[in-house]
Nanobody, 122 residues
Framework: QVRLVESGGGSVQAGGSLRLTCAAS????????MGWFRQAPGKEREAVAT???????NYADSVKGRFTISKDNAKMTLYLQMNSLNTEDTAIYYC????????????????WGQGTQVTVSS
């Protein structure tokens, strides 16, 4: 059974930092792509950052230069370092995986964590 568990969310003031962690377990070998997505109230889920099997990363324009995605293959753990947070970053952040490709469309991802809340106050 595949499982993704996020942690590290919380409340922070604008300008602050948080580090999200996603621990994967189960049959995860061969997964090509893992990523972070977020969903704010009343908005559609959107891609934040992805990393593929060749360690190529892709970021949403809104987080470039502020967020960094990384993966520890040995630990099967995905990270998202978030710096210079602003109120528009407030959302539930989800970890997701796609065994075959790295699209930006969240509907193409098969495996999801339960999400972790990030709240940024001004």
């Amino acid at each position: 059974q595949v499982r993704l568990v996020e942690s590290g969310g919380g409340s922070v003031q604008a300008g602050g930092s948080l580090r999200l962690t996603c621990a994967a377990s189960g049959h995860t070998s061969g997964w090509y792509c893992m990523g972070w997505f977020r969903q704010a109230p009343g908005k559609e889920r959107e891609a934040v950052a992805t990393v593929d099997g060749d360690a190529r990363t892709n970021y949403a324009d809104s987080v470039k230069g502020r967020f960094t995605i990384s993966k520890d293959n040995a630990k099967m753990t995905l990270y998202l370092q978030m710096n210079s947070l602003n109120t528009e970053d407030t959302a539930i952040y989800y970890c997701a995986a796609n065994p075959w490709s790295c699209p930006r469309d969240y509907r193409s991802y098969d495996y999801w964590g339960q999400g972790t809340q990030v709240t940024v106050s001004s």
